[in-house]
């Protein structure tokens, strides 16, 4: 039998043996000519790293959940209509637009994070569909993913129309974005963005018709 | 011990070269404008790639560092907030830019209603977002022109408004006479049309006479329906006849016909006759006695 032959007829009967038997094996190791010393070194390096690789794991582990459960709740939406004119925003139409709006950015985070465009369908329509539509065509063109966990949106309404059918929000949103190349981070930032959207109603909701991003600080 | 040593110095090296691989910087253009052409310039030596991340559109380049990677016209449209990311085997390098967006060429108009009764203050509604060529919207204050004709009527009114982050409107009376206004927004060269059918309002001072009085009943019918302005109210609106005598109540609904609504009420001796349409009452007949 060639060295590496013996050898691998070893590590196999290694894995199926129980501990106990694992010195044989050394020994057998020894006899087929092979160095013992750094395969002692290496096991010796993996138990003591075996800890800081479970630990690891588990971090990242749990820091999928919460990305999942970052994307998976709704961003916290903080509306002020003390500016917005000609007419008044009232309760209802308030919590509407608060509920509708956080619901479209969540339809945001997964349909970027995912490239699932019929995610937006629900929340969004006109140029604002369009041109998110057209960005993960190209993000799956290029081979790119956009992660978001979305720290929530200070919005103010400026315009909200005599009929009630059209509202204007600016909105400064607190985003951490990471842009992925397959499974690689490429882009990685923190920042307060400031957007400019207008709304229309619906047939049940309101939906985000233009969603533009004006110059914020980052 | 030896052997962490050894990863240590492994990971120093790693370091070593990532911050080496840095060497590679990007100009982006400071004042880029949607639809133009404009230049990325790259430092460094060799090759990568160079992802531009923006609001709508993403572009992806391979690049020689060192060199200039040109963004022809046309080819990048999303205004906003851009990110260049520059990537070369293991290590990436990310900038932020922004690109405006280009002179106003397109206007969405909303107006509302559709259908909207004459000489009413403030009642038609024009609101105009105001975008470039690519669907961005045009931020800077922008004047829009919104008028509101009759066919054929030449004089209607007209004012001009700049747009606030990106939206114009402005609220309109209808005019005295029903028909179709013609509701224009203008920005530079662009304009859109809307059409806004005026109706004839409530009718106005509705009377109504006895036609014939048989021993089958009595017909009424109303003079033509207009309203306060003299515009004819639309065929097919109820006009409401109610006759109460000693045996009680009739009521008759009829719809407008030509102008006029017409109703047989049942024959009475002593009957008063009223006429309403919507929250409009018109005048009141006594048939069968003396008066």
Known sequence: MTPSLAWFKNAILQRARPQTARKESVKARQVSGHRLQPCRKTSKIGRALAPVIVVTLSLSGGLILVEHTHADAKPTVQLNVDHATPREVNDTVQQAVIRDYSAAWQALVLALADNKPAALSDNFIGFAQDKLTQRIKDQQRAGLRTRIIDRGHKVDAVFYSTEGATIELRDTATLETQILDGDTVIHSERAQLQYYVIMTGAEDRWKVRVLESGSGQE | ?291
């Open chain 2, 1 to 291: 011990m030896r052997t962490l040593r050894f990863l240590a110095l492994m990971v120093a090296i790693g370091c070593l070269a990532a911050s080496s691989g840095q060497a590679q910087e990007l100009r982006l253009p400071q004042n880029g404008v949607a639809g133009q052409a404009m230049t990325v310039g790259t430092t460094g030596s060799g090759e990568g790639t160079l992802y531009l991340v923006g609001p709508g559109q993403v572009l992806k380049r391979q690049v020689q560092f060192g060199s200039d990677v040109q963004i022809k016209a046309g080819e990048l449209q999303s205004a906003g907030r851009w990110l260049a990311i520059l990537r070369a085997s293991s290590n990436s390098r990310s900038q932020a830019f922004w690109v405006r967006p280009g002179p106003p060429e397109n206007l969405s108009f909303l107006a509302r209603p559709s259908r909207v009764p004459v000489a009413r203050p403030g009642v038609i509604s024009g609101i105009a977002v105001v975008f470039d060529g690519f669907q961005n919207l045009v931020l800077s204050p922008t004047a829009v022109k919104f008028s509101l004709s009759m066919d054929g009527a030449g004089a209607g009114v007209s004012e001009t408004v700049a747009s606030r982050d990106g939206v114009a409107w402005v609220n309109s009376s209808s005019a005295r006479k029903a028909g179709p206004a013609q509701f224009v927004a203008t920005a530079g060269d662009t304009s859109v049309r809307r059409v806004v059918q005026q109706v004839a309002s409530d009718p106005c001072n509705l009377r109504m006479h006895v036609v014939e009085r048989n021993k089958n009943g009595v017909i009424v019918e109303t003079d033509p329906v207009r309203d306060c302005t003299s515009n004819p109210v639309p065929d097919g609106t109820i006009v409401t006849f109610t006759q109460t005598d000693s045996r009680g109540r009739s009521t008759v609904d009829a719809r407008i016909k030509k102008g006029i609504a017409r109703a047989v009420l049942p024959s009475a001796d002593n009957a008063v006759i009223t006429v309403a349409s919507g929250v409009v009452l018109g005048n009141e007949l006594h048939v069968g006695d003396s008066r």
